[in-house]
């Protein structure tokens, strides 16, 4: 993870930058830090300064490092000054995948890793081309200009996240504004606190009710592990896990599908050229998921021991950034970074997914949604155009998952 630093600029702490000046745009400022320090010390909201990592090979070595820890009381202390106590942080949400190390992390992926197989995605395929098919069915009878987060790309990941986990759907307005809330940082510390407890709540009553009634879903699955050693999961780690699949599994794919639509209709519109050359698709998925990197503040983790990311020695107990974003920007590994390239060598080498022991279990299921959801507008909807300037367009500026809050879209009929 060693290497030289860039020439110097003032090492004085800075806050993260957060400011884009369009949606697709990264803060300019992250290119310079990138550039010139490539370890910046950064300002926290509170509590005392630590480092933000901008550059692609160090971020991905760092992802790697068993000497950064995930397990933090706050997932998002660089981004806002932390609300909720560490004590009530952990009897709100105890550890999950994003916040554990080994060995309990470990523990916790293997059992929810079987749901994630390729023979797992072959399953689910014919239901998620049911779901996707459903939905362009509203989109086609319905009014128009129709806001596609809304009508498509929202509901059909939310749909298929939660027939994996047995979460039913009839609930889906409840859950889609609690994963809202949680993901916000616009929230007071009464608004969070009362969306944890309400989300912890529900998840337990759906335990309870899984308990009595188990079906084929993960956690059903998971109480299925628990009945035969209750020392393997505990109810809390239950819920912590299936809150944690629900969030990351609705609304990082609804953006990437929002924003992928966006990338293919904005001029010089690729629409065309993708319904010519289906053999692309996949290039467009990829390259969706490195030019808009969903979680758009960067990964914190915290420092086990003393290390050096580099050259820049990092002390123990110091938070570090892993800005996925700026490295997934990063011209010396991405040339011309900025540019939507479909014929990028290298664009599925992104970190959009993160790398390393924490690397994400449902890569390849938002891939199959992204493929399955494209390939039938692209043959569906062969006229869909935007119905708004693409420079415009409202984003989610104080959530963690970058995207996109409506996309008008028409289409002749």
Known sequence: MDSTPGPGMARAPIPLPVDRPSPLDLP????????????????FPDGPPGWLVTRYRDVRAALADPRLGARRPHLNAHVRANLVTATEMAALRPS???????????????????QFTAR???????????????????????PRPADLVTTVALPVPSLVISELLGVPFTDH?????????????????????????????Y??????????????????????????DPAIVTDDEIAALAQLILIAGHETTANAAAIAVLLLLRPPCLWDTIRQRPELLDAVIEETLRYATANQFGLLRIAREPLTIAGQPIAAGDRVVLHLPAANRDPSHFPHPDHFDLHRHNTAKHLSFGHGPHHCLGDQLARLELRTLLTTMLHRFPTLRLACDPDQLPTHRHRVVHGLARLPVDFTS
């Open 203 to 228: 998840l337990q009553d759906l335990i309870d009710a899984k308990r009595t009634r188990p079906a084929d879903d993960l956690i059903s699955g998971l109480l299925h592990t628990q009945a035969g």
């Open 173 to 201: 307005h409840r859950y889609q504004r609690l994963t809202t809330e949680l993901v916000s940082l616009d929230r007071t510390r009464e608004q969070l606190l009362a969306s944890k407890a309400e989300m912890k709540d």
């Open 28 to 43: 300019a400022e992250l290119a310079r830090l990138r550039a010139e320090l490539p370890v910046a010390p950064m300002i």
């Open 120 to 142: 797992r995605m072959t399953q689910l395929t014919p239901r998620i081309q049911a779901i996707v098919d459903q939905h362009l069915d509203a989109l086609a009878a319905g």
């Open 96 to 114: 999950d995948l994003m916040a554990s190390d080994p060995p309990d992390h470990t523990r916790l992926r293997r059992l929810v890793v079987g």
